[in-house]
């Protein structure tokens, strides 16, 4: 073997060859892959699920990502079903790129976890899932969002508790605490129980008023949009409105004159209305017997003016009645002595003249019309008939 100068070289010169340029081959491919070098765990292994053809990519979104390196194991139900390619970051949130192996049947809203494999710290990401799975699976490039995912608490932060608690670490202030809601609350039930009604009536009323308190928003927000239209004529009033100040300041003499000889004026009207406010409430109570007689006769008033220019036929009932040149009416008239007693003379100091004197022709009692003087009125009979009575 001949060096580069052609010299012949030995068996040690032609190792050193090698060794010099696997050395120089090395720095090189080093020198190429340092901008993407990201240790060890950054390098991708060969084999394992989720690395051959066929394999479902999906990315989930992680509220944090804790310890976890790429080529870490993705599980299903305890089972190696693929892994970890790379972690970036998308729009500021941790995203996980995961490669699983063919086959894979996963629901669209599936759970995502972080956790712990081992006491050492590995760690692993669990594909669980939800209470309620849905009908959809998870297709090659979909995305399980944020809300879906979450962690397991780490070995660090379940001592870091422990050890917070062995150290008395926040407990003494819940004592505090609860020694001054104690002292609050002592003695005082009663209080806060209507306090906490009024807040109950305070919620309800504010939530029967949500349509006008909306609605109220919206006028001012119109009322608003108003104003901003009329800029212009807000900066002429504002412009032109100082000299009409000026104007009341000189004139605020007449104001007062004004003021006081309107305050003189309710004196006097004042002491007018007292001397006369007991008159004036009696007559106004009483005025409210004959209003509410007229507001329960109100129904029968049209009927009424039926009657007032064309008594004794209801106006209806002329068209009904006068037929042309004569007169379509039948008269029942009953002129007997005591029937006029009865309509004319009751009531008067004459009633029952007329009966006596028909009585005294030798008209038989029995045989005519009954005395109203002795007949019981039939809304005082025992029984009878309710007839309201007016105050």
């Keep these: 073997m001949r060096d580069i100068d052609g010299t012949r070289l030995g068996f040690k010169g032609r190792w050193a060859t ?26 991708p292994l060969p084999g394992g699920p989720g690395t051959e053809s066929g394999s479902t990519t999906i990315y989930v979104q992680m509220p944090e990502t804790l310890a976890l390196n790429a080529n870490s194991r993705v599980r299903v139900a305890d089972v190696f079903v693929g892994r970890v390619r790379n972690i970036e970051l998308k729009n500021w949130i941790p995203t996980l790129t995961l490669d699983l192996e063919p086959g894979i049947k996963l629901p669209e809203n599936v759970l995502a976890k972080i956790g ?93 008023q949500t349509q006008d308190l909306t609605r109220a928003i919206n006028s001012t927000d119109r009322l608003l949009s108003i104003v901003a239209n009329r800029n212009e004529t807000l900066d002429r009033v504002l412009t032109e409105f100082p000299p009409f100040i000026k104007h009341f300041d000189d004139t605020k003499d007449l104001f007062i004159n004004a003021v006081e000889a309107l305050g003189r ?11 006369s406010n007991a008159n004036l409430h009696t007559n106004l109570q009483n005025l409210q017997r004959p209003l509410k007689q007229i507001t329960r006769a109100s129904p029968y008033v049209v009927g009424a003016l039926k009657l007032l220019l064309t ?56 045989t005519m019309i009954p005395d109203v003087r002795f007949t019981p009125n039939p809304h005082d009979a025992p029984g009878g008939p309710l007839v309201e009575r007016g105050e």
């Design 18 to 43: 090698v060794a010099r340029r696997v050395a120089a081959a090395s720095a090189a491919l080093l020198v190429l892959s340092s901008c993407g070098w990201q240790g060890v765990a950054s390098v």
């Design 116 to 208: 712990q494999t081992s006491l050492l710290g590995s760690q692993h990401v669990e594909l669980v899932d939800p209470p309620h799975p849905s009908q959809q699976l998870l297709k090659n490039g979909d995305t399980v969002p944020l809300k879906n995912a979450s962690a397991y608490p780490t070995i660090e932060r379940t001592l870091a508790g422990v050890a917070g608690i062995l150290t008395g670490g926040g407990i003494p202030n819940l004592e505090v605490i609860q020694t001054e809601v104690n002292n609050i609350v002592d003695g005082r039930a009663d209080q806060i129980r209507e306090f906490l009604n009024r807040l109950d009536t305070f919620t309800d009323e504010l939530n029967k």
């Design 265 to 275: 004026l309710s004196a006097t009207a004042d002491e007018t209305f007292r001397g």
């Design 311 to 366: 008594a004794p036929f209801n106006i209806d009932n002329i068209p009904k009645a006068i037929r042309g040149d004569y007169i379509n009416l039948s008269l029942n008239l009953d002129a007997t002595l005591s029937a006029l007693d009865n309509g004319l003379l009751t009531g008067t100091g004459i009633s029952g003249m007329l009966r006596a004197l028909e009585q005294s022709w030798g008209r038989d009692p029995a």
